[in-house]
């Protein structure tokens, strides 16, 4: 039989080997040469120095590529086999990479953890504040030779060249809609899944981006938190402000293929080869009448609805285009910003200026079919004709 100073004879023995084990584990750790990072066997311990050397001994089978390691080659056949094993939980949009989730769960929370330390603007991946940093150095820039903007590296001047070609290599496999870049092609996926989970609480509209839903939710508070510094204008988003931008710079990037004409924007040169070519594809529901431009054709259905969206927030008088809302606002605000080149009399309205400068010209291109006297305004031709017909003013 043992006894009691004989077992706590054992025990210590036990702690002490215990010890000494814990001691040689701690002792076969291997320490980096170069910066003294600790790895717990050999095997990490060259990985590690992979880190120094540049070594990269494991390579892709499909396309060479080479790695450092053996899971990074298993990471990267994914690229080839089209594998998304991870999904976002919020929309259902599936990755390659659980890296790429996070940073895309960022399109969600609106999260921002790239500030610029220059002017404070902040972005939600390094990339974007890269190439957000150009704007504060030209130096590294890259230039297009068509309108000479600048870009980051070459594969960025590469997309933004087909805004001059019109090149539109990615596709629809649905409905071979194409589209310049990716990013356009994956928003327009989701209109064929209907995976849109955010909803305006206004207007009841859903969005499949963040960001697509904020720049929305401006149409209805009227925040415009991008302007000009150049003359203080302000718009709803950035892209926006950047064609705005053209106007102050004099950058035309597109040109008419007919008549060398220049466009600051690609739809603006689209509606102007139609003067060329006579085409008018949008046409009204209700009397057949064609346009060259959607937006005449939607003011001109108006005429049928008798729709007037915008309303004057002083009087609540009603219109059927927002330019008539902006001429209207000027009878309240006194507002003149147009001016005649000949005698400097200031008018509300560029139809008023031009209707002066029959003033000067002595034109009076409306004629009583009656007796032929000609009038310089479309109203005293009106006006006049009722003294023939009778008809009370």
């Known amino acids: 039989m043992s006894t009691p ?26 320490s980096c040469e170069i910066c003294g990072k600790t790895c717990l066997n050999n095997a990490n311990a060259k990985a590690h120095m992979r880190t120094h050397t540049g070594e990269k001994p494991y390579s892709c089978e499909v396309c060479g590529k080479s790695f450092a390691n053996n899971f990074d080659v298993n990471v990267h056949m994914r690229t080839h086999t089209g594998e998304k094993r991870f999904t976002c939980e919020i929309c259902g949009k599936s990755f390659a990479y659980k890296s790429s989730v996070k940073v895309h769960m960022r399109t969600h929370t609106g999260e921002k953890p790239f500030p610029c330390e220059t002017c404070g603007i902040a972005y939600p991946t ?3 504040l890269k190439t957000h940093m150009l704007t504060h150095n030209t130096e590294d820039k890259v230039y297009c030779e068509v309108c000479g903007k600048g870009f980051a590296n070459n594969s960025q001047v590469k997309v933004h060249m087909r805004t001059h070609t019109g090149e539109k290599p990615f596709s629809c496999t649905i409905c071979h809609s194409a589209f310049s870049i990716k ?14 989970p955010y909803s305006c609480e206004v207007c009841g509209k859903v969005f499949p981006r963040l960001s697509y839903f904020k720049i929305h939710t401006r149409t209805h508070t009227g925040e415009k938190p991008y302007s000009c510094e150049e003359c203080g204008k302000s718009f709803s988003t950035n892209g926006i402000l950047k064609i705005h931008m053209r106007i102050h710079t004099g950058i035309k990037p597109f040109s008419c293929e007919v008549c060398g004409m220049r466009t600051t ?7 102007h080869l139609r003067t060329h070519t006579g085409e008018k594809p949008y046409s009204c529901e209700v009397c057949g009448k064609t346009f060259a431009q959607k937006t005449n054709a939607m003011i001109h259905l108006r005429r049928h609805t008798k729709e007037k969206p915008y309303s004057c927030n002083v009087c609540d008088k009603t219109f059927a285009t927002n330019a008539e809302l902006k001429s209207h606002m000027r009878t309240h605000t006194r507002e003149k ?9 200031r008018f509300s309205n560029r139809s008023n200026v031009k209707e002066h400068m029959r003033t000067h010209t002595g034109e009076k291109p409306y004629s009583c079919d009656i007796c032929g006297k000609a009038f310089a305004s479309q109203s005293n031709a009106k006006v006049h004709m009722m003294a023939h017909t009778g008809e009370v003013r």
């Open 5 to 30: 100073t004989g077992r706590i004879s054992k025990v210590f023995q036990a702690c002490e080997e215990a010890s000494s084990s814990t001691s040689k584990a701690i002792n076969h750790r291997y």
């Open 337 to 345: 910003p147009f001016s005649c080149e000949v005698c400097g009399s």
């Open 126 to 128: 390094s990339s974007s």
């Open 265 to 271: 924007t690609y739809s603006a040169a689209k509606q």
């Open 183 to 196: 990013q356009s092609l994956e928003s327009h996926t989701v209109t064929h899944t209907g995976n849109k």
